[in-house]
């Protein structure tokens, strides 16, 4: 094959690859529509696509007219380089033999036409690359255009802080466009130059030619303009410095960087008119000297200074100095996380709780949460997954009204995992057409044991049943946490909806959650878009299928909203329909909060919960609700979104029962407020009374404490109420200091309280409790004793719960089998004042600290006895060995018919006889 039939082949196979990724593309954007009209987000999807499209566009219009423009303006330098090129002949001898061939000179081939062809073939090129910069700016653009002010003014510059949230990002991304820009044009311009004016007049003639000059000093001149504007820019940025004793623009930064800003204002503009003056002028070392000076300037103005003012005027009283920059950075830094709203409040320490204040609040002692979702998961999984393809993704807390009474339960999806399924199994048809979905809910209360420390269910087994007034009629998952891809539903394969003794039942969706097939091109563009051509095979699939996909609930959201930030737990709620519901967190954030602190690594440094989501896990639907209508971000995006985001009023009664403060925002706000509840300057300065997250030992390891949720009743209130807590340790100390509260029922929701303790008076830390478990001998030696036979300890969470104006501290043990996956809740150690006890349940514990008067429902402790499945066994070892024999062979069936519930329980009646075999034989 020569040379030109390769150079043919490769051009038919790149354009073959291009036709290929443009269909592709063009499927994947025709499914993306069908996808937002089904799910009544199309105008969602029509703005993002012609905002970000209509960008790229624009960008790479504006670099293709520009740099045409400047290209063109080199072609007579080029035409006339050619012309001057003296024509190159090659010698031979003279002979008779030698058959001389004509050659066409090859400046002919250089024309005006084919230079303006190649320029624009150029330009094109380099404008659609170009485009691609720009992708994902899209929100920052229409955020400009549609911005809300803040009202709030910066201590500076005396502007709208959405000056810095909206306009200013506005502005540095059309400096770095035109900045990078005139650089390329600049690039090409004296490329185009350099080589025809080397063939003009050699190396020594490089830019001596006016026009080549003239046009780099033009473009050149334009620079130091754009550069002036990025100056006055700058000058912004600095109330998002880094460099001071604190986040904001410190003493050198307003008194040295300020200043030098302002002077490179002038250097750039006068540095620009020197050269433009040059043009007429002639004196090139006039421009090397400008240009030298500035960046000379630069260098002395922007790093030199300053660093002389900081280190001779700032470091030696720097206090004083900084003074009036750390009270702006505390008084901006509490308004972008909030804490300015921050009700601040005495509790009372030292005060020894009596049996009588117990019997009072036993709204709080009964929701104290004796399982920790660690060992929770492992236990759920052993009894309630069922068969080998459900998986339990996470275990969430919430909250219910349950046959009256106010409960805190915790709740966990069973969904469909096919990476679970047999090899076999794995078929095109099971994981598209017949395995489509999870099924069911096991929920359990958070404080309630079984007599052989497992959790008792108010929801379990497939088909749900229900020991109390919550009902799940749909318990089907489409949409959840699980990554199994797409699937089909309506076909003429059944779908299997749950296992049902040895056989299985099937149902058919009767949702509309999916994009439908319709016509055969659906059917070839959803092929095309998901890359399975078997779709295009199977005789199964009819008009009336559905395909559903992104059903990952976070690819959904994210999908039609990438624009806002996610909590990292969306967690499911049971309406009152028997539906399942998942709801999530949404933030608003920015890193151009003027003075404010950061709080990640990237900058940013304000935050609002600005949003609450709904996604239906049957149907699929995707709802946004505002749940801060102040936040003026989130107003800015319901503005360039007309009619996405609803108020939350309408959201139902039902679902905002269980709205609930999200975990990351108070743990961000948590470890901001460590800080700056210190509003004294003096204090912040010296970092007096810094607080700290405490840590609690989790295992055998010491980790940071994580915020938990609890039902309590809060000093100065009459009634019980959902709350986030997280303690404050001293800075470099194990005790207690404070503790901050999330509100999270309706009335009160997003409020912060913060309980101060008297710092004269000692308050047990958590690990300081821990501690004091490590150092009781009677604890101590039991969970040694424990680990030694062939069982491992797992300590849970140490919950620090706030009853009345004094302090409990609950810790659950666990006991888990070496070979086991399977935690029980087999010890409680209570904490309280002086006293720490480990009794088999919680009320036991309270009754020795506090007497056993004190008198508890029985959910506080293990569930009755009836409900734990244990049997009337007979009394003879005899006959205790012939019912452990006929348990265990009863185990081995229910386990080899995947009864996973049937297998627990026979395992628990199993160790009832034989404990009481062994009583017996002592």
Same mark, same amino acid.
């Given at each position: 094959?020569?040379?030109?039939?390769?150079?043919?082949?490769?051009?038919?196979?790149?354009?073959?690859?291009?036709?290929?990724?443009?269909?592709?593309?063009?499927?994947?954007?025709?499914?993306?529509?069908?996808?937002?009209?089904?799910?009544?987000?199309?105008?969602?999807?029509?703005?993002?696509?012609?905002?970000?499209?209509?960008?790229?566009?624009?960008?790479?219009?504006?670099?293709?007219?520009?740099?045409?423009?400047?290209?063109?303006?080199?072609?007579?330098?080029?035409?006339?380089?050619?012309?001057?090129?003296?024509?190159?002949?090659?010698?031979?001898?003279?002979?008779?033999?030698?058959?001389?061939?004509?050659?066409?000179?090859?400046?002919?081939?250089?024309?005006?036409?084919?230079?303006?062809?190649?320029?624009?073939?150029?330009?094109?090129?380099?404008?659609?690359?170009?485009?691609?910069?720009?992708?994902?700016?899209?929100?920052?653009?229409?955020?400009?255009?549609?911005?809300?002010?803040?009202?709030?003014?910066?201590?500076?510059?005396?502007?709208?802080?959405?000056?810095?949230?909206?306009?200013?990002?506005?502005?540095?991304?059309?400096?770095?466009?035109?900045?990078?820009?005139?650089?390329?044009?600049?690039?090409?311009?004296?490329?185009?130059?350099?080589?025809?004016?080397?063939?003009?007049?050699?190396?020594?003639?490089?830019?001596?030619?006016?026009?080549?000059?003239?046009?780099?000093?033009?473009?050149?001149?334009? &620079?130091?303009?754009?550069?002036?504007?990025?100056?006055?820019?700058? *000058? &912004?940025?600095?109330?998002?410095?880094?460099?001071?004793?604190?986040?904001?623009?410190?003493?050198?930064?307003?008194?040295?960087?300020?200043?030098?800003?302002?002077?490179?204002?002038?250097?750039?503009?006068?540095?620009?008119?020197?050269?433009?003056?040059?043009?007429?002028?002639?004196?090139?070392?006039?421009?090397?000297?400008?240009?030298?000076?500035?960046?000379?300037?630069?260098?002395?103005?922007?790093?030199?200074? =300053?660093?002389?003012?900081?280190?001779?005027?700032?470091?030696?009283?720097?206090?004083?100095?900084?003074?009036?920059?750390?009270?702006?950075?505390?008084?901006?830094?509490?308004?972008?996380?909030?804490?300015?709203?921050?009700?601040?409040?005495?509790?009372?320490?030292?005060?020894?709780?009596?049996?009588?204040?117990?019997?009072?609040?036993?709204?709080?002692?009964?929701?104290?949460?004796?399982?920790?979702?660690?060992?929770?998961? *492992?236990?759920?999984?052993?009894?309630?997954?069922?068969?080998?393809?459900?998986?339990?993704?996470?275990?969430?807390?919430?909250?219910?009204?349950?046959?009256?009474?106010?409960?805190?339960?915790?709740?966990?999806?069973?969904?469909?995992?096919?990476?679970?399924?047999?090899?076999?199994?794995?078929?095109?048809?099971?994981?598209?057409?017949?395995?489509?979905?999870?099924?069911?809910?096991?929920?359990?209360?958070?404080?309630?044991?079984?007599?052989?420390?497992? %959790?008792?269910?108010?929801?379990?087994?497939?088909?749900?049943?229900?020991?109390?007034?919550?009902?799940?009629?749909? =318990?089907?998952?489409?949409?959840?946490?699980?990554?199994?891809?797409?699937?089909?539903?309506?076909?003429?394969?059944?779908?299997?909806?749950?296992?049902?003794?040895?056989?299985?039942?099937?149902?058919?969706?009767?949702?509309?959650?999916?994009?439908?097939?319709?016509?055969?091109?659906?059917?070839?563009?959803?092929?095309?878009?998901?890359?399975?051509?078997?779709?295009?095979?199977?005789?199964?699939?009819?008009?009336?299928?559905?395909?559903?996909?992104?059903?990952?609930?976070?690819?959904?959201?994210?999908?039609?909203?990438?624009?806002?930030?996610?909590?990292?737990?969306?967690? =499911?709620?049971?309406?009152? !329909?028997?539906?399942?519901?998942?709801?999530?967190?949404?933030?608003?954030?920015?890193?151009?909060?003027?003075?404010?602190?950061?709080?990640?690594?990237?900058?940013?440094?304000?935050?609002?919960?600005?949003?609450?989501?709904?996604?239906?896990?049957?149907?699929?639907?995707?709802?946004?609700?505002?749940?801060?209508?102040?936040?003026?971000?989130? *107003?800015?995006?319901?503005?360039?979104?007309?009619?996405?985001?609803?108020?939350?009023?309408?959201?139902?009664?039902?679902?905002?029962?269980?709205?609930? &403060?999200?975990?990351?925002?108070?743990?961000?706000?948590?470890?901001?407020?460590?800080? &700056?509840?210190?509003?004294?300057? *003096?204090?912040?300065?010296?970092?007096?009374?810094?607080?700290?997250?405490?840590?609690?030992?989790?295992?055998?390891?010491?980790?940071?404490?994580?915020?938990?949720?609890?039902?309590?009743?809060?000093?100065?209130?009459?009634?019980?109420?959902?709350?986030?807590?997280?303690?404050?340790?001293?800075?470099?100390?194990?005790?207690?200091?404070?503790?901050?509260?999330?509100?999270?029922?309706?009335?009160?929701?997003?409020?912060?309280?913060?309980?101060?303790?008297?710092?004269?008076?000692?308050?047990?830390?958590?690990?300081?409790?821990?501690?004091?478990?490590?150092?009781?001998?009677?604890?101590?030696?039991?969970?040694?004793?424990?680990?030694?036979?062939?069982?491992?300890?797992?300590?849970?969470?140490?919950?620090?719960?706030?009853?009345?104006?004094?302090?409990?501290?609950?810790? %659950?043990?666990?006991?888990?089998?070496?070979?086991? !996956?399977?935690?029980?809740?087999?010890?409680?150690?209570?904490?309280?004042?002086?006293?720490?006890?480990?009794?088999?349940?919680?009320?036991?514990?309270?009754?020795?600290?506090?007497?056993?008067?004190?008198?508890?429902?029985?959910?506080?402790?293990?569930?009755?006895?009836?409900?734990?499945?244990?049997?009337?066994?007979?009394?003879?070892?005899?006959?205790?060995?012939?019912?452990?024999?006929?348990?265990?062979?009863?185990?081995?069936?229910?386990?080899?018919?995947?009864?996973?519930?049937?297998?627990?329980?026979?395992?628990?009646?199993?160790?009832?006889?034989?404990?009481?075999?062994?009583?017996?034989?002592?």
């Amino acid at each position: 094959m020569n040379r030109g039939s390769r150079f043919t082949l490769g051009l038919t196979i790149l354009v073959i690859a291009l036709i290929v990724s443009l269909i592709g593309w063009g499927a994947g954007l025709y499914i993306d529509w069908l996808w937002f009209g089904a799910l009544k987000y199309r105008q969602v999807f029509i703005t993002t696509m012609v905002s970000d499209i209509g960008l790229r566009v624009l960008a790479g219009l504006a670099l293709f007219g520009l740099l045409f423009l400047n290209l063109m303006l080199t072609r007579n330098s080029v035409l006339q380089a050619v012309k001057a090129i003296k024509s190159f002949r090659p010698f031979h001898p003279e002979d008779d033999n030698v058959i001389t061939i004509n050659q066409t000179d090859w400046r002919e081939s250089i024309t005006s036409g084919r230079l303006t062809a190649a320029f624009m073939v150029i330009s094109l090129i380099m404008g659609f690359f170009y485009s691609s910069t720009v992708a994902g700016d899209w929100p920052t653009v229409l955020k400009f255009f549609n911005q809300t002010p803040f009202n709030i003014q910066d201590p500076i510059f005396n502007r709208d802080v959405g000056f810095y949230i909206f306009s200013l990002p506005f502005y540095l991304f059309l400096y770095r466009l035109l900045v990078s820009a005139i650089l390329i044009n600049a690039f090409f311009v004296a490329l185009v130059y350099l080589v025809t004016d080397t063939a003009r007049g050699g190396l020594a003639k490089i830019f001596r030619f006016a026009s080549a000059r003239n046009h780099l000093s033009a473009l050149a001149a334009l &620079y130091f303009i754009v550069r002036a504007w990025g100056y006055r820019l700058n *000058q &912004y940025n600095l109330l998002n410095s880094s460099g001071g004793a604190v986040h904001g623009a410190g003493y050198t930064d307003i008194h040295a960087t300020l200043l030098s800003y302002k002077i490179l204002i002038v250097l750039s503009l006068l540095t620009a008119a020197v050269i433009l003056a040059n043009l007429f002028l002639k004196r090139a070392r006039l421009t090397a000297y400008a240009i030298g000076g500035l960046i000379l300037g630069s260098v002395l103005l922007t790093g030199v200074y =300053p660093a002389l003012i900081q280190k001779f005027v700032v470091v030696p009283n720097e206090f004083t100095r900084e003074k009036p920059y750390i009270t702006n950075n505390i008084k901006f830094s509490q308004m972008a996380y909030n804490l300015n709203e921050v009700e601040r409040k005495s509790f009372p320490a030292g005060r020894t709780l009596t049996a009588g204040d117990i019997q009072e609040n036993q709204n709080t002692i009964e929701n104290i949460r004796l399982w920790d979702w660690r060992p929770l998961q *492992q236990t759920y999984a052993q009894l309630q997954e069922m068969r080998l393809y459900y998986e339990f993704k996470n275990i969430d807390i919430d909250r219910y009204q349950i046959d009256g009474r106010y409960r805190q339960v915790m709740l966990a999806m069973r969904e469909m995992n096919q990476e679970q399924l047999p090899d076999q199994a794995k078929t095109w048809i099971n994981q598209r057409l017949k395995y489509t979905h999870g099924y069911g809910v096991a929920m359990s209360p958070v404080n309630e044991v079984s007599g052989e420390g497992m %959790p008792h269910f108010f929801l379990k087994d497939i088909p749900p049943t229900a020991s109390t007034d919550i009902k799940v009629t749909r =318990p089907e998952i489409y949409y959840g946490e699980s990554n199994d891809g797409y699937v089909i539903v309506n076909t003429k394969t059944e779908e299997f909806d749950y296992p049902e003794g040895d056989e299985n039942a099937y149902t058919r969706y009767e949702g509309t959650g999916g994009v439908k097939i319709g016509n055969f091109f659906n059917r070839i563009m959803i092929a095309l878009a998901m890359g399975d051509y078997k779709m295009l095979l199977t005789s199964d699939i009819t008009a009336e299928s559905q395909v559903l996909f992104n059903r990952n609930i976070k690819e959904r959201v994210s999908k039609i909203a990438p624009f806002l930030s996610y909590d990292s737990d969306p967690y =499911p709620v049971i309406n009152t !329909k028997g539906e399942i519901i998942w709801m999530w967190d949404a933030y608003t954030l920015s890193n151009m909060y003027p003075y404010a602190e950061p709080f990640d690594n990237r900058g940013n440094n304000y935050i609002r919960n600005a949003v609450k989501i709904t996604i239906n896990a049957y149907n699929g639907d995707v709802n946004f609700y505002i749940a801060d209508s102040k936040d003026p971000v989130i *107003q800015t995006y319901s503005k360039i979104f007309k009619g996405m985001f609803k108020p939350m009023d309408q959201m139902s009664a039902d679902l905002r029962e269980h709205i609930r &403060y999200p975990e990351d925002m108070f743990l961000i706000q948590s470890r901001m407020y460590a800080s &700056y509840h210190m509003a004294d300057p *003096q204090v912040f300065y010296n970092r007096e009374d810094k607080w700290t997250i405490p840590t609690e030992k989790v295992g055998d390891e010491e980790q940071v404490m994580e915020a938990y949720y609890t039902i309590t009743v809060l000093l100065g209130e009459q009634e019980p109420e959902f709350v986030l807590i997280m303690p404050f340790n001293p800075q470099n100390k194990k005790n207690m200091v404070a503790w901050m509260a999330a509100r999270s029922d309706e009335e009160n929701y997003g409020k912060l309280i913060v309980y101060e303790f008297p710092k004269q008076e000692l308050v047990y830390g958590p690990m300081q409790v821990e501690a004091r478990i490590d150092q009781d001998t009677t604890i101590s030696q039991q969970l040694a004793l424990w680990n030694q036979s062939g069982s491992s300890v797992i300590r849970g969470n140490l919950l620090v719960i706030p009853v009345k104006d004094s302090l409990i501290y609950v810790e %659950p043990i666990y006991l888990q089998a070496r070979q086991s !996956k399977m935690p029980e809740l087999r010890r409680v150690v209570v904490a309280a004042g002086d006293r720490v006890v480990m009794e088999p349940t919680l009320d036991l514990a309270l009754q020795r600290i506090y007497g056993e008067n004190v008198s508890l429902p029985p959910s506080t402790g293990q569930a009755p006895q009836e409900e734990t499945g244990q049997p009337e066994v007979p009394a003879s070892l005899q006959e205790l060995a012939g019912e452990a024999g006929r348990l265990y062979d009863e185990a081995q069936n229910k386990l080899k018919s995947g009864d996973w519930a049937g297998y627990g329980q026979s395992l628990d009646q199993l160790k009832a006889v034989l404990e009481k075999m062994q009583a017996q034989s002592q």
